[in-house]
């Protein structure tokens, strides 16, 4: 099977097989072993599993330990790096290296976006503003999906990766957000933040760890 759900989060995890791909910009071909990642962004209810169980701050945009009755299903935004990282640590998960997330995203034939080549549309992904936040996982399935049937990796929300920016406390994010224009969205584009940094429109994706 390809598909499975991961018991303790309600994550559905989607298996990407071993192989080569395009990776980057310069499309260069890298090779990586088999791996399952999270078919969506993590959301408000799955992280409130963890926080009900940890014990952990809410997010600054909750109302107490409740996340907003309208986004229980909108990625979980406003955490920082150490908190998607304290997630998985709980979880008995991992975040994916900026190579698996691009991998899961685009595919093994170096398409510029998800579905292909072309722009995204308004029914491809939420970018751009059109939206103005965050959106429900899986809304802009299938037309929106990568090769592998991962959905929201082209905007919608920044997503943490387990990838060191530098020698200091850099992080590398992919994906693009609800508020970026198309080519922020790319799935070869990388972002770079202080692990520290929250914002609305930051959040993270997770991995089975290699047992």
Known sequence: PDRRIHEKTGIELIRVPAGPFLYGDDKRTIELPEFWIGRAPVTNEQYKRFMDGTGRDAPSHWSGNEPPAD?????????????????????????PSEAQWEKAARGTDGRKWPWGDDPPTKKQCN?????????????????????????????????????????????????????????????????????????????????????
Request: net charge positive; proline share 3%; with cysteine.
């Open 71 to 95: 986004k229980r299903d909108h990625p979980v935004v406003n955490v920082n790096w150490h908190d998607a990282k304290a997630f998985c640590d709980w979880a008995g998960l991992a975040l």
């Open 127 to 211: 970018f751009g503003k059109n939206v103005g936040t965050t959106t429900a996982v899986g809304k802009y399935s299938s037309l929106g999906d990568s090769p592998y049937g991962c959905v929201d990796m082209a905007g919608n929300v920044w997503e943490w990766t387990a990838s060191q920016a530098n020698e200091g406390n850099g992080r590398i994010l992919r994906g693009g957000s609800w508020g970026n224009e198309a080519e922020a969205c790319r799935c070869a584009l990388r972002y770079r933040r202080s692990s520290y940094h929250r914002n609305d429109n930051l959040g993270f994706r997770v991995l089975v760890a290699p047992s």
